[in-house]
């Protein structure tokens, strides 16, 4: 061996799987304190983001950006999303957030929309008309700041009961969306957010402002992070992984009887050799004596890679790690993550919107049950909108970029849009557009070491508030990998082994 292959042997390698928010906060965190610590860029270790599609390409790119600072108070998450709410606002302080991303902070309102009128050609039979108890999910629950004694579960997750066994799982239950505690909120005119209709609004209630609501364009965020970090060494692979296996791992042997009247042929030249990780046909593989590296990364284009660590991060796809023969001790139901398929759209007023974010209940109308949508303007003075989530978790398809709205639902969201606001009414820029969120069918990510393990790590299943706790995950992960723990947060909620 050279005495460069060998120094690339030694330099430890960690490999990061998906460049939504969490994968790419995760590789900004470490590749910039190993700068800082290991001056020598040929003896710092090497880190390396795979992404098979491009940067924040699903949810990471395609949701509200909304950060609340409070807003998951009680809940098992509530030191997560504080202090991301709080790094948020560091990072965006230094490399001017304001200006790449569009940070600010905001205000937040909750309406409550009544009977809206609408064409009689766009009514709706009223079919399944649900009672006021109920909801369809949609990606964020509006809650006001509550009694951290009293437990609630965010939207776009399950509903959680204490009664339930650990191994059991609720697969088809949504939490629905609970009227916000007006005691606990402030109550202001209709006229305090000018561009919706006034006639339409029954209530309007602050549930937050600039000191505790923010906002972030999540895929400008995403791709200066991904530039930050790749200033300061990170390297980017485009490809899918394919599988990763442990280098020193011996499959058990199966022994079976053959008739003596059968003849063993020779298998043909292009199967699997299963002698040490090679494959015939494929770029040769290192056999267990040359490499002292755990895994090997099988990628379905360029080279393969040889690594000490591995951070799978890639949201709604997580559970493709338990195809692969390294994550053979993880059982699916330690990491119930699917996704949850939420429709949004664009618009450009013709006139820039305030700072100011509404979340609309609209109930009582000629659509069946209730709606509610979520309308983020943004200072660029585009508009974001976002609802109509399905209400059942699926697996996405292989590919992101494969369209997945619903004509229905995006025509719904579009009118509903155009029923509360005259100022979206005839700017929609872009419409039927669709995304999976990552949801974790106990409600809470999965951010921890694969027990027993040499080096595997997941990361994933932050449902709608992914972009608020993305900062913090990618944080906490690269302690895990560079110190062997996180001492920043407390990581026990979100343990693998804790629904095991």
Same mark, same amino acid.
């Given at each position: 061996?050279?005495?460069?292959?060998? %120094?690339?042997?030694?330099?430890?390698?960690?490999?990061?799987?998906?460049?939504?928010?969490?994968?790419?906060?995760?590789?900004?965190?470490?590749?910039?304190?190993?700068?800082?610590?290991?001056?020598?860029?040929?003896?710092?270790?090497?880190?390396?983001?795979?992404?098979? /599609?491009?940067?924040?390409?699903?949810?990471?790119?395609?949701?509200?950006? $909304?950060?609340?600072?409070?807003?998951?108070?009680?809940?098992?998450?509530?030191?997560?999303?504080?202090?991301?709410?709080?790094?948020?606002? %560091?990072?965006?302080?230094?490399?001017?957030?304001?200006?790449?991303?569009?940070?600010?902070?905001?205000?937040?309102?909750?309406?409550?929309?009544?009977?809206?009128?609408?064409?009689?050609?766009?009514?709706?039979?009223?079919?399944?008309?649900?009672?006021?108890?109920?909801?369809?999910?949609?990606?964020?629950?509006?809650?006001?700041?509550?009694?951290?004694?009293?437990?609630?579960?965010?939207?776009?997750? &399950?509903?959680?009961?204490?009664?339930?066994?650990?191994?059991?799982?609720?697969?088809?239950?949504?939490?629905?969306?609970?009227?916000?505690?007006?005691?606990?909120?402030?109550?202001?005119?209709?006229?305090?957010?000018?561009?919706?209709?006034?006639?339409?609004?029954?209530?309007?209630?602050?549930?937050?402002?600039?000191?505790?609501?923010?906002?972030?364009?999540?895929?400008?965020?995403?791709?200066?992070?991904?530039?930050?970090?790749?200033?300061?060494?990170?390297?980017?692979?485009?490809?899918?992984?394919?599988?990763?296996?442990?280098?020193? &791992?011996?499959?058990?042997?199966?022994? $079976?009887?053959?008739?003596?009247?059968?003849?063993?042929?020779?298998?043909?030249?292009?199967?699997?050799?299963?002698?040490?990780?090679?494959?015939?046909?494929?770029?040769?593989?290192?056999?267990?004596?040359?490499?002292?590296?755990? &895994?090997?990364?099988?990628?379905?284009?360029?080279?393969?890679?040889?690594?000490?660590?591995?951070?799978?991060? /890639?949201?709604?796809?997580?559970?493709?790690?338990?195809?692969?023969?390294?994550?053979?001790?993880?059982?699916?139901?330690? *990491?119930?993550?699917?996704?949850?398929?939420?429709?949004?759209?664009?618009?450009?007023?013709?006139? @820039?919107?305030?700072?100011?974010?509404?979340?609309?209940?609209?109930?009582?109308?000629? &659509?069946?049950?209730?709606?509610?949508?979520?309308?983020?303007?943004?200072?660029?003075?585009?508009?974001?909108? /976002?609802?109509?989530?399905?209400?059942?978790?699926?697996?996405?398809?292989?590919?992101?970029?494969?369209?997945?709205?619903?004509?229905?639902?995006?025509?719904?969201?579009? @009118? *509903?849009?155009?029923?509360?606001?005259?100022?979206?009414?005839?700017?929609?820029?872009?419409?039927?557009?669709?995304?999976?969120?990552?949801?974790?069918?106990?409600?809470?990510?999965?951010?921890?070491?694969?027990?027993?393990?040499?080096?595997?790590?997941?990361?994933?299943?932050?449902?709608?508030?992914?972009?608020?706790?993305?900062?913090?995950?990618?944080?906490?992960?690269?302690?895990?990998?560079?110190?062997?723990?996180?001492?920043?947060?407390?990581?026990?909620? $979100?343990?693998?082994?804790?629904?095991?």
């Amino acid at each position: 061996m050279s005495s460069n292959s060998q %120094k690339e042997e030694d330099r430890e390698t960690i490999i990061i799987i998906g460049a939504g928010i969490v994968g790419v906060s995760t590789a900004y965190f470490t590749v910039k304190r190993l700068s800082e610590e290991y001056p020598d860029s040929t003896t710092r270790p090497r880190v390396v983001l795979v992404e098979q /599609c491009e940067p924040g390409c699903s949810a990471s790119g395609k949701s509200g950006g $909304f950060l609340a600072r409070q807003w998951s108070d009680g809940t098992d998450t509530e030191q997560l999303a504080q202090f991301s709410y709080d790094l948020h606002a %560091k990072l965006a302080l230094e490399h001017s957030g304001k200006e790449r991303w569009g940070y600010r902070p905001l205000d937040t309102f909750c309406a409550e929309i009544d009977r809206i009128p609408v064409r009689q050609a766009k009514q709706h039979k009223a079919t399944n008309v649900r009672s006021g108890a109920e909801s369809v999910v949609t990606s964020i629950e509006v809650i006001a700041p509550r009694d951290k004694r009293v437990s609630s579960a965010t939207t776009m997750e &399950y509903k959680r009961s204490d009664a339930l066994d650990d191994d059991s799982l609720q697969t088809s239950t949504h939490a629905s969306i609970p009227v916000p505690d007006t005691g606990a909120v402030k109550a202001v005119p209709p006229e305090t957010v000018p561009w919706l209709h006034n006639r339409v609004i029954t209530k309007l209630h602050q549930v937050g402002n600039t000191k505790n609501t923010a906002q972030v364009d999540p895929l400008k965020l995403t791709r200066v992070l991904l530039a930050e970090a790749k200033a300061h060494g990170l390297e980017t692979v485009r490809a899918k992984v394919i599988d990763i296996c442990e280098t020193r &791992y011996r499959p058990p042997l199966i022994e $079976f009887s053959i008739n003596k009247r059968e003849c063993i042929r020779e298998p043909p030249p292009d199967v699997l050799n299963i002698t040490g990780l090679s494959m015939t046909g494929r770029d040769s593989r290192p056999t267990n004596a040359k490499t002292k590296k755990p &895994y090997i990364v099988l990628l379905d284009q360029g080279t393969d890679i040889l690594v000490d660590k591995v951070v799978v991060a /890639c949201g709604a796809w997580a559970t493709s790690c338990l195809r692969w023969e390294a994550f053979r001790d993880v059982s699916a139901s330690q *990491i119930p993550i699917q996704g949850l398929r939420v429709h949004y759209l664009l618009a450009k007023p013709k006139e @820039q919107l305030p700072a100011q974010a509404v979340f609309a209940e609209i109930n009582g109308t000629v &659509y069946s049950g209730e709606d509610a949508i979520e309308i983020y303007p943004r200072p660029d003075g585009s508009v974001f909108v /976002c609802g109509e989530a399905l209400d059942d978790p699926e697996m996405p398809p292989h590919n992101p970029f494969e369209p997945v709205y619903s004509k229905r639902a995006t025509g719904r969201l579009k @009118q *509903i849009v155009n029923d509360v606001s005259s100022a979206l009414s005839f700017d929609i820029i872009q419409y039927g557009l669709a995304c999976h969120l990552p949801v974790h069918a106990r409600g809470i990510p999965v951010i921890s070491k694969v027990p027993s393990s040499k080096g595997l790590y997941i990361a994933a299943g932050h449902g709608c508030w992914g972009i608020l706790n993305g900062p913090a995950t990618g944080m906490a992960v690269s302690e895990l990998l560079i110190d062997g723990e996180c001492t920043t947060l407390d990581l026990s909620n $979100f343990r693998l082994d804790r629904w095991a």
